[in-house]
């Protein structure tokens, strides 16, 4: 098995590149397992140190659009003998809205490009995309195109960024070419993953992340919407599982060749930030500033909190139990990330 | 005003321009009517002689692709001072199903470039885009993806061929390029257009035109699908009519960004036929080869027969009345194409 991730030494992507290197084997629509044999990290910034260090890891580091521009030796990034393609590098919801040419750059035609290069291929390579809950926008003043209650498989999607644009058009291009044999597309949108660790980033949905990790790591975190917000979200442990398993699914249990809503723990702002004092204190909490964002809220208000997710469910996914799980795992999993003074447990 | 259409050489164009040209002024955003000051037609094909022998009408001959490509005055196809385009031009169904990149690039990469043309205007015109019943396609095997029993302006789109695809991402880049206010945007899904003079086309929906078509000029047509077949179709001049009407909505009645489905006369091949006898008489009906055809049979039944149209009808959009109308609607219209003896009136 020889596996590209693109966005590959990002969180999501490196974590993605940990777990299928620890497990060691992967099933091709559900076949008998082969040894990975090659895993290429397709990134703007080089691999961490510890994916660099085992041999079976390859770090093409660059420009993704690029990288995916055919050569006199085919195209970088999907080289010759690819069976598996994570595609998870995009430009993020936030920057999208700022520069509208980026987001079709590296959302769009970056996306057009893979799937054309996994086309020359001419071995029908399965391919995991990830799009994203940004696909549903809800829409609050139009009679008639009423927010649904809640979010299934089946929803219609109306985006209300170019990011969500962006990745609903992904699913539809990942749907044809699997229509015609060119690939074996599974299109998965991911729920808001939280907590992320490190940096903030440009995404819209940073601070569901930055209000756990910044009180954390002993400084002030920002939650620029109100305690009232929904919002549906998966850690990055259950995203990566999520990931791994729907790779290795046969054509037979994906089903259909439209996308699926991932698990979802559906709760609100104002409970993760309760979690997180349950966990660690009322110091955490006090770290979180409440600075309302105009901007952020008028976009996140357009994402659905309640989330179903059926066919994830239907292939033995299953959510997050509670955040309070959520925030202990973060703290177990990035100790040097930690920086308050916790509770004994 | 002035007004490009692409493919306005062809048969909806050509009738659109003339209607239009007819009418003589134009409501943008329902404003009080300014006068046509200028039709531009791009197609691959010269303007039918009385277009061009209209003042006011100019023709662009060449590739849609190359005439949206910007070069040193601008975009040809795209003028400055455009303030209405109505983007109909496209490859079919069927071709798109045979070659796979002509449908991407004329169909997807000449949209994108379309609207990119119109952002770079910078006056934010109002951009009329064909999209397609052809966007919605059933799924008959698949439990997570249920056929709908009627389609809606809220159905999610599960497009079944390419030329679906391409369409529904025309749809979506319409909403975008509109949020962001870089156009005025009206997606609009046209229903199965019936009866078409001329020739057959590579549409796999040819033959609802030409069952009835070559009958009445005395020569054999192929009806593929079986009498119960469900179609939801529109006369020429009702989809030109909706056309006219949804171009000068103003924002308030077009209302979502989304598409909407165009007013459609639900009924079926059979009823089609008996409805060719009653007007043409037996003769006509003779003259209809029921020969299956797998490979258009697969595609039509893919296409939904129930169709309702709540966001046309709430814009005074009324679908025809029933199909015998249709039939004396075309005997009465192309005198010049009906060559078999009818029975008197």
């Known amino acids: 098995m020889n596996i590209v991730i693109t966005g590959g030494a990002g969180f999501l992507g490196a974590r993605l590149a940990r777990t299928l290197l620890a497990q060691g084997g992967f099933r091709l629509n559900s076949a008998a397992a082969q040894p990975i044999r090659s895993v290429l990290l397709v990134d703007r910034a080089p691999a961490p140190a510890d994916l660099a260090a085992d041999a079976r890891v390859r770090s093409l580091v660059g420009d993704l659009n690029d990288l995916l521009a055919p050569g006199p030796q085919g195209v970088p990034a999907i080289p010759t003998g690819t069976d598996v393609v994570y595609h998870l590098a995009a430009a993020v919801s936030g920057e999208c809205e700022a520069d509208f040419d980026l987001g079709m750059r590296s959302n769009l035609a970056a996306t057009e490009a893979l799937l054309s290069a996994c086309r020359a291929l001419g071995t029908q390579p399965t391919v995991v995309f990830t799009s994203s809950l940004a696909v549903f926008g809800l829409v609050h003043d139009q009679p008639a195109l009423p927010p649904p209650d809640v979010i299934t498989d089946l929803t219609l999607p109306t985006p209300q960024t170019s990011y969500g644009i962006q ?26 993953v939280s ?25 002030r975190g920002a939650c620029p919407v109100t305690p009232d917000t929904l919002v549906a979200l998966a850690s ?3 995203t990566i599982a999520g990931l791994v398993r729907i790779g290795q699914t046969s054509d037979a249990e994906w089903g259909p060749r439209t996308a699926l809503n991932m698990p979802a723990l559906v709760t609100t702002v104002g409970d993760m ?3 997180l004092g349950t966990v660690a204190g009322q110091a955490a909490t006090d770290l979180i500033d409440w600075t309302p964002d105009e901007n952020i809220r008028r976009i996140v208000k357009s994402w659905p909190g309640r989330v179903e997710s059926a066919r ?7 959510s997050d139990p509670d955040f309070e799980t959520i925030v202990r795992d973060y703290i177990r999993e990035n100790p040097q990330a930690i920086t308050l003074a916790l509770p004994k447990a």
């Open 195 to 219: 907590v992320r660790p490190g940096k903030p980033n440009g995404a819209a949905s940073s601070f569901f992340s930055g209000m756990v990790r910044e009180p954390l790591a002993g400084v």
């Open 236 to 238: 990055p442990g259950n």
């Open 312 to 318: 994830a469910r239907g292939l033995g996914l299953t």
């Open 273 to 275: 930030a309760k979690a």
């Open 167 to 192: 990745k609903f058009i992904g699913e539809q291009l990942m749907a044809d070419y699997t229509r015609k044999g060119f690939i074996r597309g599974r299109s998965v949108r991911l729920m808001t």
